[in-house]
């Protein structure tokens, strides 16, 4: 009898390592189905209207692109850019290059992109 129960151990934590194993594969996937994104805000007009005024003129505006998450435009003259508005509208900064002016909004970036590239066309 005492040889079965040593014969049984080894089995009987492979079974309880396995068991371990699963209940941890299972506290995971639950926990990553629960974590949620924060949903990015709809823009609105007048947010639009706020970023070309920092933008100087929306002739000032050559081209808006959106880059991992983040609103890239294409400025002329960065000299009529005002950059302490444009902090202000930004969630993390901005970022300056040459005629480069990269941004991240707590808004939708395409959404923002879309509406300046129409505001670009129409120019």
Not at 50 to 63: P, R, V
């Amino acid at each position: 009898m005492v040889l079965e129960q040593l014969n049984m151990a080894p089995i009987i934590a492979i079974i309880c390592a396995a068991v371990l194993v699963v209940i941890l594969i299972v506290i995971n996937i639950l926990f990553f189905l629960k974590r949620k994104k924060k949903p990015k805000i709809k823009v609105n007009q007048d947010f639009i209207q706020q970023l070309l005024h920092a933008l100087g003129t929306k002739e000032n505006m050559l081209d808006a692109k959106n880059v991992n998450g983040r609103v890239i435009l294409e400025v002329e003259d960065v000299d009529q850019v005002s950059f302490e508005e444009l902090k202000k509208l930004s969630s993390a900064g901005v970022f300056v290059t040459n005629h480069s002016i990269k941004m991240l909004f707590a808004y939708d970036s395409k959404l923002i992109c879309t509406a300046l590239s129409e505001i670009i066309k129409e120019k």
